[in-house]
């Protein structure tokens, strides 16, 4: 462990480094509010993690990164500040944040997580898709279906549709269907709880491409229902990932009983904003193995 004086020091050459990166910071806001508003909450749950009893002050959350007090306010108030791969890293710290959280800091400063494919050299981009379609509409008994980062469904097999029918629906949305229909709030079993965790996936989605004007677009769909809105303010949660969760359907028209299923989510190597989904049902479960 480093002595006093040697952490001294050490925070003094960080401040040293980010004076002028304070000092260039534009007047110009994030292109989402999503950002500042888990910074603030992150503070406080730091807090409740360290038996506080209220969120970090600024000024603590600062001094542990070993920057000034300004820089940190202007990166919460939601203004653009550099942020390099060690301030990140720091920040996680001082913030005491989980590995979700860190990949949603880490995905708004490096422009997105998960990396889409070059238009040109090897195989067409087309090429890509009919070959991801036709990995989608397989024949099997179990749903699959292909969407793209705002959760458009481009495309699904017999078994979805069949289990789902508003996926035959032109521009039909997942995330829009499970939050804002009648429909998936009868059919998904404790729908409030897994309401919850659709919108931190929609929140991780929007910290990590601030600018994408397709995500901005959904969440105002969602967040004009005030169920929804209910819930977003209530919890800042943010979820990288679903892959492996396990949910009950209400689905009569396929079933009398409750089908417990368990989503499988793979993202290709190359387009890994797109995500190819298998529902299994779990074993004991109507149609399961």
């Given amino acids: 462990m480093g002595s006093p004086g040697n952490t001294q020091r050490k925070c003094s050459r960080a401040v040293s480094r980010h004076a002028q990166s304070v000092s260039s910071v534009s007047d110009g806001k994030c292109g989402t509010d ?9 503070r406080a749950e730091a807090g409740s ?5 209220r969120p970090l002050p600024q000024k603590e959350v600062a001094d542990r990164m070993c920057v000034s007090e300004r820089w940190y306010r202007n990166l919460e108030t939601g203004l653009r500040v550099p942020l390099s791969t060690e301030v990140l890293e720091r920040l996680s710290q001082a913030l005491l944040l989980g590995p979700d959280e860190r990949m949603a800091l880490y995905g708004y400063a490096l422009g997105g997580a998960g990396g889409e494919s070059d238009e040109g050299g090897g195989e067409g981009p087309s090429d890509f898709m009919d070959e991801l379609a036709e990995l989608a509409s397989v024949q ?19 078994a979805m549709a069949h289990w789902f029918p508003w996926v035959r629906e032109p521009a039909a949305n997942l995330m829009r269907w499970a939050l804002t229909t009648a429909t998936a709030r009868e059919q998904i079993v404790d729908w409030p709880r897994h309401a919850g965790q659709y919108l931190a996936l929609l929140r991780f989605a929007l910290v990590t491409r601030p600018d994408d004007e397709n995500l901005a677009a959904l969440r105002d769909t969602v967040l004009d229902d005030p169920v929804c809105r209910g819930l977003w303010d209530r919890s800042p949660k943010v ?17 009398p009983e409750t089908i417990t299923v368990t989503s499988q989510v793979l993202l290709p190597a190359y387009r890994q904003e797109l995500r190819y989904v298998l529902l299994l049902p779990t074993e004991g479960s109507p149609h399961g193995p």
């Fill in 239 to 255: 979820l990288a990932y679903r892959h492996g969760h396990r949910y009950e359907l209400r689905l009569p028209h396929v079933s």
């Fill in 140 to 158: 099997t008994d179990f749903p699959s279906y292909l969407t793209d980062r705002a959760w458009n469904v481009l495309d699904h097999n017999a």
């Fill in 49 to 53: 993690k360290m038996n506080r009893g």
């Fill in 34 to 42: 999503v950002l500042p508003d888990l910074l603030r909450a992150w």
